[in-house]
């Protein structure tokens, strides 16, 4: 849990590092994320932070619950209540929300007990798995900024945490798009970025084999699949990477083919 705490709070800084010198007028530079500015990014990232520390803290659980019953009614009408949070404060002030806020639920974070499960706006996880998944939000989100500024990916060995989580949301992935999901696993194969090898599952039929970055890429749907180099073996392995997503919600749209070139 300390390790995983300790990799969040670097990709907060690393994050960081790139928005604080903007200039306001920069923060209102449209991302790849339609509708989205960099100031919508962060603000997202403030929203949920803080409400990842309410369902962190056993003394706040209840408020999460209620809140995010609301939050998804809203949503069902139209209405983002993350958005409009973050856009009623200006870059310096809702940098400061987030730097606080962040630092608030690394606090929790790690006097947290890992395997405790922690209630969110998709099915209930450890709380482990909980901080991973802050991280791959903190990154694909980042990678939106980056992208809106061309600058190149963030590329560091705690791309093994996105590439987990998305790997390990092969089921919710099929649930989240109403499909059954398959009996049989899929093998994903990474070239890490200091050249080690990660890998998951066991099949020898169905597989992805590829870079992390350009995995991550496509499961955080940053990238489209045909705008990475990775490898897809399979009928099985070409199905999951058609939905594959590690966040929680409604399918998203992704990215267009050739919006990026490899």
């Known amino acids: 849990m300390q390790g995983i705490c300790d990799d969040l709070t670097a990709e907060h800084a690393a994050l960081d590092a790139v928005v604080a010198p903007l200039p306001d007028a920069e923060w209102r530079r449209p991302t790849p994320a339609a509708g989205w500015d960099i ?6 990232l403030w929203f949920f932070d803080r409400r990842a520390s309410m369902a962190l803290d056993p003394g706040t659980v209840d408020d999460f619950v209620a809140d995010a019953s609301q939050l998804m009614t809203a949503a069902a009408q139209g209405r ?24 608030a639920l690394l606090e929790l974070a790690r006097r947290s ?12 996880m ?13 990154w694909a989100h980042g990678q939106d900024v980056r992208d809106a500024l061309g600058l190149p990916p963030e590329e560091t060995m705690r791309l093994k945490h996105v590439a987990h989580i998305g790997v390990r949301a092969r ?28 890998s998951w599952g066991e099949s020898t039929t169905d597989t992805v084999t590829g870079t ?16 990475t180099n990775l490898q897809v073996t ?27 070139r490899s």
């Open 39 to 44: 100031a919508d990014c962060v603000g997202h």
């Open 80 to 103: 983002d209540l993350a958005a409009e949070a973050g856009r009623a404060l200006s870059p310096s002030a809702l940098l400061s929300a987030w730097r606080a806020d962040r630092a």
């Open 113 to 124: 007990d890992p395997s405790a499960r922690i209630p969110w706006y998709g099915p209930a």
């Open 126 to 138: 450890a709380a482990r798995s909980f901080i991973t998944a802050r991280l791959m939000e903190t």
């Open 171 to 198: 089921p919710f992935a099929y649930a989240n798009n109403r499909r059954e999901l398959p009996a049989t696993d899929v093998r994903v194969e990474l070239i890490a970025p200091n050249g080690e090898i990660w």
């Open 212 to 227: 992390a970055l350009d995995f991550c890429l496509m499961v955080t749907q940053r990238r489209h699949l045909l705008d």
């Open 234 to 260: 399979g009928a099985l392995a070409h199905d999951w990477v058609t939905i594959a997503q590690a966040f929680a919600g409604p399918p998203g749209a992704g990215r267009r083919p050739g919006q990026f």
